[in-house]
């Protein structure tokens, strides 16, 4: 749920971050990484110590890291300059390697666990990867432990040449159903025009929608560091706050930046839409063909209807053919009324074997721990 955010008396935004359940903060290469000296320690602990009392006070956190890049390329003493891509995949895995254990040691300080998660944004885009990546993501979420999310650059093409980072953040805070998603950047939010072109431009503290005007006052990229620039962060507001998340462009260089940002640091805030629908859950409903239907009694349908998740024991029959991750349709059984479509935990297979039987017979039946749901309510659109 996100929350109200006050204004001083000049219009400037202030804001609690523990008002926020959970909350994704995407840090940029430029803050993380010195060219000369790789990791920035005493700014990474400093954010860490920021991190650590938000989740004290009842928040969830999630870090999209950059970086692996910009280390590997000063661990390898790579030039200046644009590199090949075949160099920039090198320069991510030597990076990598490095970076994951800055993270880890810096959260570890505060007694915090942290899990790894490698992505591109084709995993938040994909189906099975996106089920395969929120669930791991949760899991971690439920035991506290912070993920600490990479865009994997050893592989990927296009992100890594165009800057993708910021857009690959907002999937993540979209499909984690963020309350918040923070960009720790070098510059202190969206302004008029690029301010080091142009001396006259003004800051805005506050956007109420993103239209033509607002995206055309983005720049590009601002340092060799920094890929993507201010254009690809309008992209990303475009996309966090259509799902209901709102965003903030902060500059993060320092110390305790998220601190800073509630002591009144200068930032932008994009509020989110009014009438947000869920990115993911518009996909299902409107653009997504049925694989198969699950038939439910009336109790699973008031279940359904009062936002739980579809449980197998309330599923009287599986049709179709359809494997994990796929649509399916929900109907009511004898009245073939659609309550609701979703994306199926089970293959039909697998479903025709648990329909109707307790989450607890489940693991007998089919060899393994069973999911949480035959259909989870976040991967569901009520009809």
Known sequence: MVRK?????????????????????????????????????????SLCADIAKLQEAGCEIMIISSGAIALGRTVLDLPSGILKLEESQAAAAVGQIALAPAWNS??????????????????TETRRRYL??????????????????????????SEIRYGDNDRLAARVATM?????????????GLYTAPPALNPDAVHLPIIDTITPEIEAMA???????????????????????????????????????????????R?????PSTTPVSAWKNWI????????????DEGARGALLSGKS???????????????????????????????????????????????????????????APRAAMVHRDDMVIS
């Open 106 to 123: 810096a959260l570890k300080h505060h007694n915090i666990n942290t899990g790894q998660i490698l992505l591109t944004l084709e995993d």
């Open 5 to 45: 955010t006050q204004r001083a008396g000049n219009c400037k935004p202030v804001v609690a971050l523990s008002n926020y359940k959970r909350i994704a903060i995407k840090v940029g290469s430029a803050l993380l990484v010195d060219r000369k000296s790789g990791v920035r320690d005493i700014w990474l602990k």
């Open 285 to 296: 409903a409107g653009q997504l063909e049925p694989q198969g239907k699950l038939i439910i």
């Open 132 to 157: 395969n990546a929120r669930a791991t993501l949760s899991e971690l979420l439920r035991l506290k432990a912070i993920p600490v999310i990479n865009e994997n650059d050893t592989v990927a093409t």
């Open 176 to 188: 984690m159903n963020a309350d918040l998603l923070i960009l720790l950047s070098d510059i202190d």
């Open 310 to 368: 579809l449980l197998a024991a309330g599923v009287k029959s599986a049709e179709g053919d359809f494997q994990r991750g796929d649509t399916v349709a929900i109907l009511l059984e004898g009245s073939n009324i659609e309550v609701a479509r979703g994306l199926s935990s089970y293959s039909s297979h697998e479903a025709q074997l648990i329909t109707g039987r307790r989450s607890s017979d489940i693991e007998t039946i089919l060899g393994y």
């Open 267 to 271: 930032f932008t805030l994009f509020k």
């Open 219 to 265: 720049g590009s990229a601002a340092s060799e560091l920094s890929r993507g620039g201010m254009r690809t962060k309008i992209d990303a507001g475009k996309i966090a706050t259509h799902a209901g998340t709102a965003m903030i462009i902060a500059k993060g260089e320092a110390q305790n930046p998220l601190q800073s940002l509630q002591d009144g640091a």
